[in-house]
């Protein structure tokens, strides 16, 4: 049975109610739930964690110290695991060195073929990198960009020297780089900077190592001048540590960045640009968008170069089936969204030969229009055809459809979940009565009544990145939905554009919320100050002994709750602190009590349980916009770090509740929702427009379209076939748009029986 199937028993982690699951091998299993049902619990901390674990143990200790460590998990056993690939929504990152061209080797294959074919010869496939020093610029380093003062910044023209003109930091009046430019004898320091001779700005900012002539006699005999410019850029921006750390964040507001003059942005030298295929040289290549790319590749036909044609054209091919087509070589991963570098990471797989293996994919549906998403179905059949086993996470209707297996999780979320409501297939879900079930069921419609516009924000002539000129008029005091496929210009047009327009924009996006281990639900939201001065005022002690980062911490664990041991090479064993049993606090501390609660006892309080504690106004106000969200199944003490997207993205979505008269942005809120949640998420953006807001929602999802008061559409397609404006009106009139995907989409959708 072991060959066919993993086998799981007794899964405790997390939530999760001691389990058992036989998961088919060879086939496409979907798990579906309500966020925070279990799923990741199952699918990533169980079955993954242990894979990855036991993979890792059949290394040397040398190698294993420089794995990610993965602790055993809550389970009695685990049987028939395959070595597992986990292809999640982490952010590449990474530096400016780091692209799309160098996370998936096809720029190295781009080097080879310049350095086998490209005319005239400029060396081996080593002189076309830009982070090589023989390919380099040595302007930038490879970068393509500098760093340069903004001297508007830098001075205040208004002041003298001695009055403190120069704002950078460390060259205050007082301070000793300050002493290098009033003792210098090259200026009266008590001249404002405005009334400075040419020359004598000249000497300020640009000289450089200057032996001077006639100094003050408080001057080093032995030193030599430097002036601002190049005194900033030694000391500041050249290092990597040090004065460049500590003082990063006001060096921000003083430094520019700006195309190398030297290599205009390409990031090598003059000698490998001028090496030439067909007219374009290499960095020409990395700057087309994908699909170009393709077409360019096959239009060598010299014979030495057909192996690596080949080669580079199946790579590329691979970028443009899971719908990449328009990014480029040169796109800095650190700019790719969760979603982007998911499927860059699919890319990295579709070239392997390697069968039965297990595929671990969290939600790779995200940020992706219904479009796209049957690409990425074809990825996940291909996969399971070559032989291995695909596990998916997905709230996505057409991405559980293609199930040959579904196990969906529930029934509700947190201490009400962690149970498998149903195993089967996908018509068995939907006649399942589960809350998956329910809802895959029912029948879509577009909103009867849409709110009427109260007037119109206005954007005109956008060109920045792919839009074309674009111009739109955006509905006041209603819900727009700004669709289109991923990378037709609906981000930038929103979020960059939008604002520069109109600055008061909020924007409720994506990204988490900044976040250590010790911060959680009410240290966020603020209400944790009101309930330590609670605990002070009725026990009569400071409100300092109720912070577990302060006074009343636990001495053990440092106010944690756990405690952390390095094994060196073996993993990090994270315990449950045997002082304070996980309450956090000193057991005095704990001796306090507010309504018979210690303060321990409020902090492993879910949502909801806190909502019939309290009474006070303050905190029950932000406890009910919490529960209004959907997160009552979150306990108040909660490391946020443990949070989902979703999770955390509805939290800051609570905290604008009870505003009113805002512009507000939502990039793509449905991000990790199940169908359920959406249509709370739904209520609460109307909830938002019925406060007299204007809410303007960036989305793919089909369910949000059709509750819209407003649909515009960009397009047709992706970067440089998109950045138009393919359609802006009601959203029964969009499915008339014969020009709109989107259009087509939803059309299909609501006819759906």
């Known amino acids: 049975m072991c060959n066919n199937y993993i086998r799981v028993t007794g899964a405790r982690e997390r939530n999760l109610k001691n389990i058992d699951i036989n998961i088919p091998k060879k086939k496409i299993t979907v798990f579906t739930g309500v966020s925070g049902s279990g799923k990741s619990s199952l699918v990533f901390d169980t079955i993954a964690a242990e894979s990855q674990r036991q993979l890792n143990e059949t290394y040397t200790s040398f190698i294993r110290h420089r794995l990610p460590h993965y602790g055993k998990p809550d389970v009695d056993s685990m049987e028939g695991l395959s070595v597992a690939f986990i292809i999640n929504q982490k952010r590449l990152g990474g530096n400016a060195r780091s692209t799309v061209g160098t996370i ?232 790719l969204s969760g979603g982007e570098s998911q499927r860059i990471k699919m890319v990295c797989q579709l070239g392997s030969s390697l069968t039965d293996l ?139 554009i939008l604002p520069e327009f109109y600055p008061e924009t909020v924007l409720i996006d994506q990204k988490g919320i900044p976040a250590s281990k010790r911060s959680n639900l009410v240290t966020f939201t603020g209400i944790f100050d009101i309930i330590r001065k609670l605990f002070a005022k009725t026990n009569g002690v400071s409100a300092s002994l109720f912070s577990f980062n302060s006074k009343g911490a636990c001495p053990v664990c440092k106010g944690l709750g756990v405690t952390y041991t390095d094994l060196a090479f073996m993993d990090t064993i994270v315990t449950v602190c045997e002082e304070c049993h996980g309450k956090r606090y000193t057991e005095e501390v704990l001796h306090y009590r507010l309504r018979g609660k210690t303060i321990g006892d409020v902090l492993q309080m879910t949502v909801s349980e806190a909502l019939g504690f309290f009474h006070e106004m303050e905190i029950v106000t932000v406890l009910k916009r919490l529960s209004d969200v959907g997160i009552t199944y979150i306990t108040l003490g909660q490391p946020l770090n443990t949070l989902s997207g979703g999770e955390l993205q509805r939290i800051k979505l609570a905290s604008e509740l009870e505003n009113q008269s805002q512009i507000y942005v939502l990039d793509e809120p449905s991000t990790g929702l199940h169908m359920a949640d959406i249509s709370q998420l739904i209520h609460m953006m109307n909830r938002l427009v019925d406060r007299n807001s204007t809410l303007i929602v960036i989305e793919h999802n089909l369910d949000i379209m059709c509750q819209a008061d407003w649909i515009i559409d960009l397009g047709p397609y992706a970067g440089q076939n998109g950045g138009e404006i393919l359609f802006s009106g009601l959203p029964k009139d969009i499915i008339s748009c014969e020009n709109s995907l989107t259009g087509t989409y939803l059309k299909n959708y609501i006819k759906k029986i």
Not at 219 to 226: A, P, Q, R
Not at 369 to 376: F, G
């Open 104 to 335: 998936t080797d096809t720029y190295s294959l781009l080097r080879l073929l310049f350095s086998r074919i490209g005319k005239p010869f400029a060396g081996y496939s080593d002189a076309f990198s830009f982070n090589n020093p023989a390919g380099m610029c040595g302007g930038c380093q490879g970068l393509g960009t500098i760093e340069a003062v903004d001297l508007e910044r830098l001075l205040n023209k208004d002041l003298s020297l001695n009055e403190g003109a120069i704002r950078f930091p460390t060259f205050e009046p007082g301070g000793w780089r300050h002493t290098r430019y009033i003792h210098s004898g090259l200026f009266d320091n008590d001249k404002k900077i405005r009334d400075f001779t040419s020359q004598e700005m000249d000497l300020l900012l640009y000289a450089d190592n200057m032996k001077l002539k006639n100094p003050d006699p408080q001057w080093h005999k032995t030193s030599l001048y430097e002036g601002l410019i190049p005194r900033i850029k030694r000391s500041f921006l050249k290092k990597e540590e040090g004065e460049k750390v500590k003082y990063s964040k006001e060096i921000e507001g003083f430094v520019t960045k700006q195309t190398c003059p030297c290599c205009h942005g390409q990031r090598l030298n003059e000698k490998v640009l001028s090496c030439k295929i067909n007219g374009k040289n290499i960095s020409q290549c990395a700057d087309m968008q994908v699909s170009q790319l393709l077409d360019f590749i096959g239009s060598i036909t010299v014979p030495a170069a057909a192996p690596i044609v080949c080669e580079l054209t199946s790579r590329l091919q691979h970028m443009v089936s899971i719908g990449l087509d328009y990014l480029s070589l040169s796109r800095e991963t650190s700019t």
């Open 358 to 496: 297990t595929y671990i994919f969290d939600e790779p549906s995200i940020g992706l229009h219904p479009h796209d998403i049957s690409k990425i179905n074809g990825l996940m059949r291909l996969l399971r055809d070559k032989g291995n086993t695909v596990l998916i996470v997905e709230h996505d209707p057409d991405m559980i459809q293609i199930a040959d297996h579904v196990v969906d999780m529930g029934p509700g979320a947190g201490i009400h979940g962690g149970e498998i409501v149903y195993q089967g297939d996908y018509e068995g879900l939907k006649a399942s009565g589960t809350l998956t079930g329910t809802y895959l069921s029912h029948r879509p419609s577009l909103k009867e009544t849409p709110r009427t516009p109260k007037g119109w924000l206005s954007l005109s002539n956008a060109t920045l990145h792919n839009l074309k000129n674009v111009s739109v008029d955006i509905p006041k005091g209603v819900m727009t939905v700004i669709t289109g496929v991923a990378g037709s210009g609906k981000s930038t047009l929103i979020n960059q």
